[in-house]
Every structure is written in C-alpha cells, then in structure tokens.
C-alpha cells in the first residue's frame, strides 16, 4: 500500500532529516521502510537497539537509517543534531515516533534548519481511492464509520476486531507511551477524559464543563487535553476569526483520529470523519507544498454555526455543513455569507439521492464522493 507521503518522503530523503510523527499503528514504520529498500531499523523500544542508540552502532553502509520512537531517548533533539552535524547526509535519516515531533517550541534551536517534519494520518476516503480506483466512495466511507481509518481494523472489516484493536491501541498510548513522555498519574480520568470527548463531538468545548464533570482543575483539563493533541488521540479544531487573539478566547472542538470511537449519533461519527479527512489535507499542504492551510468552524455567540470552514492564508476556500441525509441547505449559509463571499458553499449529506446547486451558490453533494474527489484550490 504505498501511501501518499511516500513520493514526498523519498524526494527529501538525501536533503534533510525527516520527521515522520503520527498516531499509533497509522502505519508509519511501515510507510518509513518503504521509502528505501536498503535501511537500517533502529528501535528505542527494543533493548537491543538501545545500546545501538547508545553506541551509535548503526550500518552506515545503507542508504537509510529509520530511528524509530527516539523521542523516548532523553536529549534525542541534540543527540540527533550532532550526528547530523558530524556525518551528514547519506545515510539518509528518517525519525518516526507516535507522539509529535514538529512542536516548534519543543524543538528549540537543536534540530532548526537540519529537518522537515511530516504527519501520517489514518486512511481517509481520498486515500483509499488513489490506492483502488475500483473501490466504492459510499462503501469505502460507511467503512471507516464503522472501523475506523486507521490500516488495521480497517482492512480487517470486522467489529470484533475493532473491539479487541480499539482497546488495545488506547491501552498501549495511555499505559506506554503516555507515561514514557509525561508525568501523568491520573490514567482513569484522562481515559474518561476520552470518552466525554467522543460523546461531545462536532460541539464547542466548555473547560468548565469538563472540570465540573472531573473534578480536577481548569489547567489541568488543558494540559491533559494538550498532552492527548500531542499522544494523536484527538486533534482541535478552532474557531475562525480574522483577528487570531479573538479567535483564541473562543471554545474549539475536538474530534477523535479514530473515526469509530466516536459515540452519538451518526451524524456526529460523519462529522468526525469529515473532520478527519479535511485535517489530514490541511496538514498535507503544510508539510509537503508549504502552503497555508488551516481548518476552523464558524460560529456567532449564541446563534448559528458552520461546521468547517478552510482557509489559506486565512482567506476562506470553502465553508461545509455535514447532515447525514437532510438535502436543504442550512440556513447558516445565508447568515455567514456575508463576511465569507470568496467561500465555497458546500453542504455534505451521507444519504443523498440527487446533487443540486442552488442560486446562491450553495452546493448539496454526496459526502462519500464529494471526499474522493476535493482538493483545496
């Protein structure tokens, strides 16, 4: 399965290090592999390769050399900085690891100029048809409502591994990998911290709200919501406004990376899945064209909300309401369209008999296909 970050991976392979961060078992050590034939595999997970690590005892000999979960290893940024600086390229390098490598604050001057950083997403519907053209949209997205994105269960297709995948995954990030990189104690609470999440999905989130339900406090509920941003368990979508400082006071939103974990209704799951594959574009332009894109929604105080809307540059491209089979356009559209003219006006239905444009630009579309085909413009 060659994903779509492999051409990008492999055309900067022999110029800088290369960043490969992700959620757990998105297929990153597999896609890493792929990119080079002839690597070397060097694991801060495995006992053995950890005094490789310590040793610097790799097999210069091959053209790639994929340090997997190195931000494990205390001082890893400076460590990484000096064999760059002492040996170059090639070996190339390619550094995966499921807890974010890009965090620019994080990075400090250690690693500036020496990297590019690139973020693997669960498939998404576009994916899955760029790798089988023969697949169905509309099978391929009631799929991953049903299995989630991410290669595994997906391609399993069926519930009871999901069931048995899904709790094995958030096991391993919260009891491994959580307690590898941060100083959490409170496990059951960020787990119920989780669930509150899937069931609040597609809704602004009040940290009030949240600290009320956990008893903890509001920095608390901040950090651990960051510190699970940071695990990919869950992503923020914020609130748009041309002014960045009033757009910060606002409630975000947060969706899932793991479609099927989202509990609700199924317009919520959609949402999600929608949320999922916008994100992964946006961030797709980031990494591999340098483009600006982000994603936020829309909403005034007490009144009316868009589901999504994307900019670039901050100027928007397009605004999405998500319905699971409701045809008529949402009468948020008119009362945005004002302040947001230079938008595409976009509703996604799951359930869709007939696509149709109306006078005022406002699009209906299937959402399976509607997610085959979009690319930002």
């Not at 941003?229 to 606002?250: G, S, T």
């Amino acid at each position: 399965m060659d994903r779509a970050l492999l051409p990008i991976l492999r055309e900067h392979l022999s110029r800088k290090i290369l960043l490969l961060s992700g959620p757990r078992q998105a297929g990153k050590t597999t896609l890493a592999r792929m990119v080079d034939n002839d690597h070397d595999y060097v694991s801060h997970d495995v006992a053995e390769h950890r005094r490789l690590l310590r040793t610097k005892a790799w097999d210069r000999k091959k053209r790639c050399v994929i340090f997997d979960e190195l931000h494990k290893m205390k001082g890893w940024k400076t460590w990484l900085k000096g064999i760059y600086d002492t040996e170059g390229i090639p070996p190339g390098y390619i550094v995966t690891g499921s807890a974010r490598l890009d965090t620019y604050k994080k990075m400090g001057d250690s690693l500036a100029g020496r990297f590019f950083g690139f973020r693997l997403h669960p498939l998404d519907v576009r994916e899955i048809l760029q790798l089988d053209q023969t697949a169905s949209p509309q099978a391929t997205l009631d799929r991953i409502l049903e299995f989630g994105g991410f290669p595994e269960p997906f391609l399993e297709g069926t519930s009871k591994f999901y069931g048995m995948w899904s709790r094995s995954h958030l096991d391993i990030i919260l009891r491994q990998d959580l307690i590898d990189t941060e100083s959490v104690q409170s496990i059951p609470a960020i787990e119920t911290l989780i669930d509150m999440i899937a069931e609040r999905v597609g809704s602004p989130i009040s940290y009030r709200s949240l600290c009320e339900d956990l008893q903890i406090s509001d920095k608390t509920v901040k950090r651990w919501l960051t510190i699970l941003e940071n695990m990919f368990v869950i992503f923020k979508v914020p609130p748009f406004h041309r002014n960045i400082a009033r757009a910060r006071q606002k409630q975000p939103k947060y969706y899932l990376y793991d479609v099927a974990r989202v509990r609700g209704d199924k317009g919520a799951k959609l949402e999600n899945a929608v949320a999922c594959s916008l994100f992964k574009e946006c961030q797709y332009r980031q990494d591999a064209l340098g483009e600006r894109y982000e994603l936020h929604y829309l909403a005034k105080r007490g009144g009316p909300e868009i589901d999504f809307i994307v900019t670039r540059d901050l100027s928007p491209t397009v605004m999405l309401e998500v319905k699971w089979s409701d045809p008529e356009p949402s009468p948020a559209f008119r009362i945005f369209a004002k302040g947001q003219n230079e938008a595409a006006k976009v509703q996604l239905v799951h359930l869709l008999n007939r696509e149709s444009t109306y006078p005022n630009g406002v699009e209906v579309r299937r959402a399976s296909t509607w997610l085959a085909n979009w690319s930002p413009q």
